[in-house]
């Protein structure tokens, strides 16, 4: 756990943070720290404790233990409103009777800014996520991606350190939050604040992030930057949550041939020998071959060693073609270009990029 | 010469379409007017119509009559001659005890009872069930299971103490003691009322509210009022009406000359002495009941809105 605390000035840090809910635990000793400026993901499946731990930091929930830091402050015990936070949650959140205008100043007239700071404000936020002529209306009046582009100036007003993003794209259709996606980014990029967003899409998270930390029921599984996330997951569960469509996993065991460690499932072998393991590889140790669908080659000439296997089923989806195949007892997902077809029952020789491959231990499930 | 041959193939082809459209349904299904469903319907409400609208028929067309024309015993009959006396005399001339000023002191009495009752029953169950439903203190939910309970229990198990309570408070027989009575009373069912609507507003409203900083009392009036006007009217009309028609504390908790109408009502309905007036009991009756229905007639469609907005969600 250790590992995720070893920024120095971080934006927000969160120091052995656990939750109850009477019985029901739902964060267990987090530690978590998040740069200054950083774009943090935090990904995970439904019901794992996202929202809770924004919520914690927000300070809309009180922690059963821990402690809470945004700018080197303990905020633990700080009002929402004092520690220097926006908040954007799914729903929008919109004050109904208000117009957007009365919306985004709602904050500043409560703590009594003085009229012209108010109306100045709003005028960048309005200028920045373009919804000036917006201003006059009511949120009913507002279609989906217009409401969240409210919701977000109403943080952006308020001058805040730190954005809480919760899920803010989930209630749209894909092609507007493909667009607010690219908005968020370049929001982030010219505002340089440090932003907490919540998802549980990984495109968003991989697109987004400067860090992504995967969650599994309150325990942060991997804290790290979206490309070693993707290709050098910390253990099973990471590597099964993120890529679509999932990695490929080859249960076996490590064997000796020729004096070399090698992969063995259902009596065929495959090379390590360009697998970077983190430990030495000991032959009889149960183990999990994962390899993505792209990380394999079909019918390459790559002149390394190949498997046969035969096609079962394919997907073509515009620019790949999805082939699933049957060797060895198991069943492969490969990503090969789109204008590549093959006949369902032709026979293909594999080839697999064991230097983007993942070595899991079968009882530990991390990875080797 | 082809082409000519497609053209015709094509004509045919609409033709063939528009045969099709005009002989086939089309549109709206029709549907007859006097079908079994039909008469059912409306005559389940022609009949349930009429069990409320006879009485009140009988009781207009008396009120209206004199008392020579009513000893005939034709109460269905229309008045042969309108008469408004009877109204003069229920409103300002009846006797009731020591008084011969009509039901128009009740009336006033009333008033006085009613309206500062309503205002701040509404105002601290509104308050309470907003601090219900978004502020969770320790105990909130035991709090809140034994007000629902105080909404079981009978009333009249608690006249008694009560009275003890307003003795001793020295408010007993006061409109102030009788309006701290409703207001009490009426705390379990209107509690309930508000709690329900707000929590049956999404949390993150709050919760933005919250970290926008506002406290307790500016999210109340500033983001919460303003969206529970509905349950603010149907709270209104229960209280409105509960509190005019009410009788029983009104004659336990004031004296004869503080007396609400309804208690005065009675009073005139059920005197002894003389002949009974059926006339101007007829009109008295009506008085004392024109307020809950004005009530009803002007925010009814308000009523319905706001029970559909949130009374009814758990
Ligand atoms: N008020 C509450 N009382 C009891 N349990 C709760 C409460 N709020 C959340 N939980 C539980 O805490 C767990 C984590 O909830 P949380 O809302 O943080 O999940 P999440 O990761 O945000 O999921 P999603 O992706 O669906 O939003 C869930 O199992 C949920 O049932
Ligand atoms: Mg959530």
Redesign the interface.
Known sequence: MNSNVSITNPSVSIRDLSLSFGAVSVLQNLDLDIRDGEFLVLLGSSGCGKSTLL?CI???LEPTDGQIFIKEKNVTWE???DRG???V?????????MTVEKNLS??LR??KVPKEEIDKRVARAAEILQIGPLLKRKPAELSGGQRQRVAIG?ALV?DVDVFLFDEPLSNLDAKLRSELRVEIKRLHQSLKNTMIYVTHDQIEALTLADRIAIMKSGVIQQLDDPIHIYNRPKNLFVAGFIGSPSMNFLRGELAEEGGRVVFRTHGVNFSLDRYDAAEPLRAGRKVVLGVRPEHITVDGKTGGETHEAVVDIEEPMGADNLLWLKHAGHTLSVRIGGARRYAVGSKVELSFDMSLASLFDAETEDRI | MADIGTLNRTAAGFDAVADRVASGPRGRRPRRALSPRNIMLYGTLFVAALYYLLPLYVMVVTSLKGMPEIRMGNIFSPPMEITFEPWVKAWAEACTGLNCDGLSRGFWNSVRILVPSVVVSIAVASVSGYSLANWRFKGSELFFSILIIGAFIPYQVMIYPVVIVLRELGVYGTLTGLVIVHTIFGMPILTLLFRNYFASLPVELFKAARIDGAGFWSIYFRIMLPMALPIFVVAMILQVTGIWNDFLFGVVFTRPDTYPMTVQLNNIVNSVQGVKEYNVNMAATLLTGAVPLIVYFVSGRLFVRGIAAGAVKG
């Not at chain 1, 949650?89 to 009777?97: N, T």
Request: charged share 15%; glycine share 12%.
């Open positions: 919520n927000a300070g809309l009002e929402p409103k936070i926006g908040m949650f799914q729903s929008y959140a919109l004050y109904p009777q709602f904050g409560v703590a109403r308020r």
